[in-house]
């Protein structure tokens, strides 16, 4: 079980290696075969993990492995370690899992493409830096994969490097994670501090940081500041639209199923320290109701097919924060699973679309489209009704998992309670706006012209995985149902208890009410966009600041352009013109012409004339003459 | 020994080589520069000469004989020379001859 | 009596060896200038012969008065009209210093084997009539100095190669 755990992580870096020094001896699609294998090869591993812990008794879930000592600095060993149990097989199978689909989407969407090979070995490598993330056995390890998916992030987004858009936008992304990071190492620099070590048992032991001390106020925040930096929350959250740049794989894979989860994962692994600093708990679900409204509300207005998801990835790992705010870490991860399922369903089918429409990503240009690609139409519409959370698809499930442990959580409970609820009346609002732009109505002239189909729309490459995701959209819920069963729950127990959910009437009323919400989302849009209705454009004219402050995303790009990248330029041009250029760049240039000056003078000595030298010779002797007698 | 001592050998010698210095410097011609090098190398002879005189010992008649083989030599390299520059139809005059100016 | 008559040589060969070297480099013409180069030799060779060198005496006259001289001629007789270059024009810094240069040159030399060497100069060793013989100087080259003698045969074969390069070259067309 141990040998599978460590295939499962080596496997998409041994495809990198290979990939990598294979060059173009193979072909495009070998590449692409190695990719999507090696992300086979590690879901497989990590299923025969996953029954093998099946078959263990609860209470002896958690193994450890280190293959050998990576750092070490007096007292401190870091070692090269694993940790097998619950929480971090459930996220390794879904990131193999769903990562696996992903790659062998990827194989179809990319084909054609003039760096094909790049971009497998890339996809690999971010795989490979993920299953790292989720496995590692003690902090520094999980920020090197920490650190390593964020590379492949960056290195992915400006994939298309010629486009000066791409490349602003990796390195916003870049630099926006790089704070995180930041804070999150700061955290760990305390706990060697306090621990010593950085091991998880050793770390998470009780008595490390007494509950409510400065200390672990500030392990948390700097932890907290990672995860919102990670997952794209408010307030570092600017960058995921702008991430969009990337291939529609990308999107898929690392900016709805996996990475932006990552900081959702964190708190759950370092719960511990979450509950001995309440505060900063709380503050992590409050962020998360934030989030969920604040992109709620963006999404309505956006023009891009990719970025709706995108503020749509936001909203919904708003809820997970919520749910892991309150201490409901089951929930939280159960709808982490679900939502990976179905985000990536939503962002593979846009994908077939833009496909079809030679790389059109503006929803203004597309109309009545559910005719003509009726697999994509099907596929979509399963996507967007289990996001909406109507039952019986699985977005229902999670999502109401989580608001049934907000309403069994106080007062703060019941605040985000409301922000979950009217966020789901939000998803259900755009997700079908988009669909019925997309998909029905009368098509546009743009979309006749430029519309070119295979079969099932995108070819066969494209449909499997799309197909594979909607079934598992559909039955992925069925494993936690309210008044059921909750095996989520129980699984994730041993590492993260789960604070209880609500039961009875409050429970009933949590999810008609939802429900209720996002049915009437649903019958809305229907109103606005299925049918042909002035509406929204009425509404635009009545309060156009309204309208204005959504496009503009709420002005947070231009607030941290003037607080952060406004002072730093300008301190930039202050430096040059008045430090480095007077008191390092003269002085050099001053340096070497006084050189040059001296030098030319010199040469003037060298006159050509034989006597002038013969001349000089005969002075020379007759000091060193004087010179003899005077010191003998 | 009869005559004036070493000393005045020396002395000679001195005045020699300061005659033919001045030579060198003073010469425009590369011939007569030439010859006024052999002066200079004769007085260094005499002083050798002298010297070996002066100690009893023959080392130095064979350093003047050596220093004689030697300005022969010399003196087939600069001829040469001065036959290759008059050849090339340049003036045989050392102020001319600057091409080493830096 | 004896004294006598060398202190007249000496006095005889050394205003004429002082003459000479004056003549050669005085002299407009590089011709005469060779021709009193020929009586500087001469002199010299007097003078070794009065300090008992009588081998390098010897081979002063058939060195330098036979062959090196006779190779200067050649090469003004070869040169003509072309070996006339004009002295140093007029006092210029150069002749001026040039002056200066020789004649400190001479003062402080004199002033050093004065202040350092005076007492030891006045009486030189006694020496046979061996000292300055052929056989005298035939032994020492072939044992203490051999490899000067060696050396010197090597720098001889390099001159004449240096002397044949230089002298055949053949210059280029000019372009007229």
């Known amino acids: 079980m141990i040998a599978a755990a460590w295939i499962a992580l080596f496997a998409p870096a041994a495809a990198v290696v290979a990939i990598a020094l294979a060059g173009t001896s193979i072909t495009r699609s070998v590449v692409g075969f190695l990719a999507a294998g090696s992300a086979l090869v590690s879901f497989v591993c990590s299923v025969v993990v996953f029954v093998v812990l099946l078959g263990e008794n609860p209470e002896e879930r958690t193994h450890s492995s280190t293959l050998w000592t990576w750092l070490s600095a007096g007292d401190l060993k870091i070692g090269a370690e694993i940790q097998i149990d619950p929480l971090s097989v459930f996220m390794m199978l879904i990131v193999s899992g769903v990562g696996f689909l992903i790659l062998a989407y990827?194989?179809?969407?990319?084909?054609?493409?003039?760096?094909?090979?790049?971009?497998?070995?890339?996809?690999?490598?971010?795989?490979?830096?993920?299953?790292?993330?989720?496995?590692?056995?003690?902090?520094?390890?999980?920020?090197?994969?920490?650190?390593?998916?964020?590379?492949?992030?960056?290195?992915?987004?400006?994939?298309?490097?010629?486009?000066?858009?791409?490349?602003?936008?990796?390195?916003?992304?870049?630099?926006?994670?790089?704070?995180?990071?930041?804070?999150f190492v700061l955290a760990i620099f305390l706990l060697i501090q306090r621990t010593g070590s950085v091991e998880f048992d050793a770390v998470f032991s009780s008595g490390v940081v007494e509950h409510g001390s400065t200390a672990a106020v500030l392990i948390a925040l700097g932890l907290l500041g990672g995860a919102v930096a990670k997952s794209a929350q408010v307030p570092l959250h600017t960058w995921l639209p702008d991430a969009m740049e990337g291939p529609t794989p990308v999107s898929a894979l690392i900016h709805a199923a996996t990475m932006v989860t990552a900081g959702v994962y964190l708190?759950?692994?370092?719960?511990?320290?979450?509950?001995?600093?309440?505060?900063?708990?709380?503050?992590?679900?409050?962020?998360?109701?934030?989030?969920?409204?604040?992109?709620?509300?963006?999404?309505?207005?956006?023009?891009?097919?990719?970025r709706v998801i995108a503020y749509s990835t936001m909203s919904q790992i708003g809820y997970m924060f919520v749910a892991v705010g309150l201490g409901a870490y089951g929930s939280g991860l159960f709808h982490l699973?679900?939502?990976?399922?179905?985000?990536?369903?939503?962002?593979?089918?846009?994908?077939?679309?833009?496909h079809a429409l030679s790389d059109e990503q503006d929803i203004r240009r597309m109309g009545g489209l559910g005719r003509a690609m009726p697999f994509t139409h099907r596929v979509f519409v399963v996507g967007a009704l289990s996001l909406a959370a109507i039952p019986p698809f699985s977005g229902f499930f999670s999502k109401d998992s989580i608001l049934g442990a907000a309403a069994n959580a106080g007062t703060l409970g019941w605040i985000l309670w409301t922000a979950g609820a009217i966020g789901a009346f939000l998803t259900a609002l755009y997700t079908f706006r988009l669909l019925f732009i997309v998909f029905w109505g009368e098509m546009t002239p743009f979309a006749r012209e430029h519309l070119h189909l295979k079969r099932f729309e995108g070819g066969l490459a494209m449909a499997w995985p799309v197909a594979i995701l909607a079934v598992l959209s559909f039955f992925g819920g069925w494993l936690q149902v309210p008044w059921g069963w909750d095996l989520v729950n129980e699984w994730i127990d041993p590492v993260a208890e789960s604070a209880a959910e609500a039961t009875g009437t409050t429970l009933?009323?949590?999810?008609?009410?939802?429900?209720?919400?996002?049915?009437?989302?649903?019958?809305?849009?229907?109103?606005?966009?299925?049918?042909?209705?002035?509406?929204?454009?009425?509404?635009?004219k009545r309060v156009p600041w309204a309208a204005r402050t959504l496009e503009h995303k709420f002005y947070f790009d231009e607030a941290y352009d003037l607080a952060f990248y406004e002072p730093a330029s300008r301190n930039a041009v202050f430096l040059t013109q008045y430090i480095e250029q007077p008191l390092f760049l003269a002085p050099l240039g001053e340096l070497g012409s006084s050189v040059r000056a001296a030098s030319r003078r010199l040469s003037s000595l060298q006159t050509g004339y034989v006597r002038e030298y013969a001349l000089a010779l005969a002075a020379g002797l007759a000091v060193l003459a004087i010179v003899f007698i005077l010191v003998t | 020994m009869p005559g004036p001592g070493v000393a005045a050998y020396l002395i000679l010698s001195v005045i020699l080589f300061a005659?033919?210095?001045?030579?060198?410097?003073?010469?425009r011609s590369p011939l007569i520069v030439l010859l006024a090098l052999e002066i200079m190398l004769n007085a260094g002879n005499l002083a050798l000469i002298a010297f070996a005189r002066q100690t009893g010992t023959g080392?130095?008649?064979?350093?003047?004989?050596?220093v004689m083989v030697v300005a022969a030599a010399e003196a087939v390299v600069g001829l040469g020379l001065i036959v290759a520059v008059s050849r090339r139809h340049v003036a045989l005059d050392v102020d001319k001859l600057t091409t080493l100016r830096g | 009596m004896t004294n006598f008559i060398v202190w007249v040589v000496w006095v005889l060969a050394a205003l004429s060896l002082l003459g000479s070297g004056i003549a050669v480099v005085l002299f407009q013409n590089p011709f005469y200038s060779a021709l009193a180069l020929i009586g500087n030799l001469a002199s010299l060779a007097v003078l070794y012969l009065l300090l008992a060198a009588e081998f390098v005496a010897a081979a002063q006259v058939l060195v330098y008065a036979g062959a090196v001289v006779v190779m200067f001629l050649f090469v003004i007789a070869y040169l003509g009209g072309r070996a006339d270059a004009p002295w140093a024009g007029g006092p210029s810094p150069q002749s001026l210093a040039a002056i200066v240069a020789a004649a400190a040159i001479a003062v402080e030399i004199v002033v050093v084997i004065a202040m350092k060497a005076g007492d030891q100069l006045s009486t030189p060793a006694k020496v046979d009539d061996n000292f300055g013989s052929p056989a005298e100087i035939g032994r020492l080259f072939l044992g203490d100095h051999l490899l000067a003698f060696e050396v010197t045969s090597i720098v001889l074969l390099v001159a004449a190669v240096g002397g044949v390069i230089l002298g055949s070259a053949v210059p280029r067309e000019r372009r007229s």
Do not use: C
């Open chain 1, 337 to 354: 699973m679900t939502h990976a399922f179905f985000k990536a369903l939503l962002f593979m089918a846009a994908g077939i679309v833009i």
């Open chain 2, 59 to 66: 080392s130095g008649q064979i350093f003047a004989l050596t």
């Open chain 1, 106 to 183: 990827a194989v179809g969407y990319m084909n054609g493409d003039v760096e094909e090979r790049r971009y497998h070995a890339y996809k690999a490598l971010f795989v490979f830096s993920m299953l790292l993330l989720v496995e590692a056995g003690n902090l520094v390890l999980l920020l090197a994969g920490w650190g390593m998916v964020g590379l492949s992030s960056y290195l992915l987004i400006n994939f298309w490097h010629q486009r000066a858009t791409a490349v602003a936008a990796g390195k916003k992304a870049f630099i926006m994670n790089a704070f995180g990071d930041a804070t």
């Open chain 2, 19 to 27: 005659t033919g210095a001045f030579g060198v410097l003073i010469r």
């Open chain 1, 267 to 306: 708190i759950a692994r370092t719960n511990v320290l979450f509950e001995l600093a309440p505060a900063i708990q709380d503050l992590a679900g409050i962020l998360g109701g934030v989030t969920i409204l604040l992109a709620g509300l963006i999404a309505l207005v956006q023009t891009d097919i990719k």
């Open chain 1, 508 to 540: 009933v009323v949590s999810v008609v009410a939802s429900l209720a919400l996002a049915v009437a989302g649903i019958l809305l849009a229907w109103r606005w966009y299925g049918r042909i209705s002035d509406v929204p454009e009425r509404a635009r």
